[in-house]
């Protein structure tokens, strides 16, 4: 039952009004303003009728008094006065009461309308209450969607992480694979197997492209995804676009038109390199769905406010085409138009989704238009900025197009110090600095570098530094800093050269001080292309086939009849050092050498609970022993290596190792 106060100095008119009340409600009287005051506070009723004329205080000074009282302010105020003028009742109405009757009052009308005020403090009641739930609601909610979205950053780092893992574990072999069958190319005069070599290369770089597109795919649904822009040069991202699609162009016999309006800007500020991706994905579809004919790239732009263009590119063929239907299919992952198509030309059916996003991201768009039979033209647009050309790199402006690619370019007096912790991958990139003149000083960690850099003193001492960034003892981000804090080493390139191919982890390469970055797995192409960029343009001069490295006396493997060893594919070993049985022989036996040494450090590590050092070890035996051919003895390194990384029993699997080693160092004694 609703509770009401009523306030009168008359006691015959409160007497009547709480008569009228009380039958329907709780009601109380008082006399003054004083005891209303202080009952209203005790009681807190639902509703007060006050009288405006009393002694020592008049109904206004209580309602003024009830209002600015926080326990009493929101209590409802009626007026019932003989006081029955618009200004009085004005007056009572702005000083907070909801309404004013006039005496004598009429008792039906007086409860109907102190019932509708009840109710309607009711319902605004409920109302406050239901608000003061749905915030609370409604913070809690949103506490939780906040963790939830906290989880989900943290999954996503993780993932960030995974991919670049995995990128690195991907990328590192798959490099070795290409960079010694390249190098076995070069030395190979058999049909068959240069054949054979030739078809491993192109696996590998296929299988290559497809772990870029897999992880370019997995940034962008992340938004992980980040653009690089940098000024470039437009016509000269056209034409290495042009030059690296050459060969296939001509092997098809195909004619190929590049068409540029004059009205386009060559110098442009955007993500140059994704631009290129778009291009090269566009063109090897349109040479690859071509039999006769040819391919046409048309470029145009509309220059607009603020410095702001869009580039209109079109790649247009005379292929195979496509029906209406099937071009709603282009631009999704993993989704090709039959299942002949993928049997036939090959692809995941990744390119043009990864284009279609970059180009979003871009603020532009990748449009098709074809029909079967007649060909394909794709048109691209683009957002990007004119460029200024005194902020062109040195390679856009000086560099022609293949030239930092072409493998009958020679440096002289140049040297390249080369930092990784694998000996397989040093080989690699020594032979291929050889073969064009560079003299090469090699460093198995950070700290090897940095002290070797450090006894040299002189800023000319070296051209070019190529570091491994994942390296035991001192790793590439931490020997470029200590690099940089020496001064006369301030200005000395130095190149990332590493499996780690993440946006994030780049920009951690750069704020070291890294100067540039070669990806894992590299063709010769692309390697060339990043030494020619940083080595001095006076040291580098065209010439023929370059003789091979002096460094160690190449042998025929033919003619060699290297002895089989047990628990060693010596074929495999001779293949991955382009045949150099020297060579060979010597890492076999600096490998039995200090075999017995790396098993002591292992079982060392182990005893003390050392499991991240004992398992480091592990990882390097595993690395140099499949570089050399010796198979199981990989294997059983790589099953140590994860049962260290995950905390499972390695009693048999080190019993293992050490029969392994002794198996192939006992053979190295005796028949090396």
Known sequence: MNKILVVDDNECILDSMLCILQSQYDAHGCCNGVDAIAWARAQRPDLILLDVIMPEMDGYEV????????????????FVSSLDTQQEEHQGLTLGAIDYFTKPINAAIALVRIRNHLELRLRQNQLKELNETLELRVEQRTLELSRALEAARIADRAKDEFLANVSHELRTPLNAVIGMAELLQNIQTDARQRDYIDKIIAAGRTLSDIISDLLDLSKIAAGRMELEPTTFSLRRLLQRCHALMAHRIDEKKLSFR???????????????????????????????????????VRVRATVGAARRLCLEIEVVDSGIGLRAKDMALLFKPFSQIDASMTRKHGGTGLGLAICKRLAAMMQGDIRVSSRKGEGT?????????????????????????????????????????VVDDQAHNREIVETLLHRVGIETRSACDGYEAVELLRAQAAADAFDLVLMDVQMPVMDGLSA???????????????????????AHEKERGVAAGMSDHIGKPFDK????????????????????????????????????????????????GLALLVGDVARYRYWLKNFADEAPKNLADIRRHIAAGQTEQASLVVHTLKGRSGMLGMNGLRTTAMQLEAALDTGEAVTELLQALAEALDLVCSEIAIHL
């Open 480 to 502: 470029t800093r200590a690099i940089r804090a020496m001064s006369e080493f301030r200005h000395l390139p130095i190149v990332a050269m590493t499996a780690h191919t993440m």
């Open 258 to 296: 590049l068409s540029i309006d004059d009205a386009v800007p060559d110098v442009l500020y955007g993500a140059s390199l994704r631009i290129e991706q778009i291009l090269l994905n566009l063109l090897s579809n349109a040479v690859k769905f071509t039999a006769q004919g040819g391919v046409e």
């Open 525 to 572: 192409a692309s390697f060339y292309r990043v030494v020619s960029k940083w080595i001095a343009r006076s040291k580098q001069q065209s010439a023929g086939e370059p003789p091979p490295p002096e460094n160690f006396a190449k042998t025929d493997e033919s003619s060699t009849g290297f002895p089989a060893l047990r628990g060693v594919d010596t074929q495999a």
């Open 377 to 417: 033209t794709f048109s691209v647009s683009l957002m990007l900025e004119l460029g200024e050309a005194d902020k062109l790199p040195a390679q856009e402006k000086d560099a022609g197009i293949g030239e930092a690619a072409r493998p009958d370019v020679r440096y002289v007096d140049t040297q390249v110090l």
């Open 63 to 78: 309602c003024k008094r009830l209002k600015d009282d926080e326990v009493t302010r929101d209590i409802p105020v009626i």
